[in-house]
């Protein structure tokens, strides 16, 4: 997986994926516009809540505007973390192997950093997360 940095909801810059290694996690791009991302983020939440601190890490990654980002996450209680990207022609999506911008983007990565699979548009519920998310 390529490195890069982004922002976290709060403007702490976080080191892509050296900030999560050491665990596998589940990357997914969303923004607050895509309304197949916000519904299937409560069931992101729930798979997060489910694995706790032992198993598979969730990340959002949203490319979109902070304000609107945060004010979306706390209204939402998604309390997984977020950072933030703009969307573009190298945004953080494109160098995770979407380049058509299609939202939402999941992508597993390994324990060490190595990108295992990827998928475009929605889980349908945290069964559906759970079954993808195996290594």
Do not use: H
């Amino acid at each position: 997986m390529p490195t890069f940095a982004l922002e976290s909801t709060n403007g702490d810059a976080v080191s892509v994926p050296i900030a999560w290694a050491g665990k596998p996690t589940l990357v997914n791009l969303w923004a607050t516009w895509c309304a197949p991302c916000l519904k299937e983020m409560p069931e992101l939440q729930a798979y997060a809540n489910e694995q706790g601190s032992n198993g598979t890490q969730v990340v959002g990654i949203a490319l979109d505007d902070a304000a609107a980002v945060q004010a979306f996450l706390d209204q939402y209680a998604i309390t997984y973390p977020n950072l933030i990207d703009a969307p573009g022609r190298a945004d953080a999506g494109v160098r995770l192997g979407n380049p058509s911008g299609v939202l939402p983007y999941s992508v597993l990565v390994s324990s060490d950093g190595r990108v295992l699979k990827t998928k475009i548009g929605p889980f349908e519920d945290k069964q559906d997360i759970s079954d993808w998310a195996q290594p």
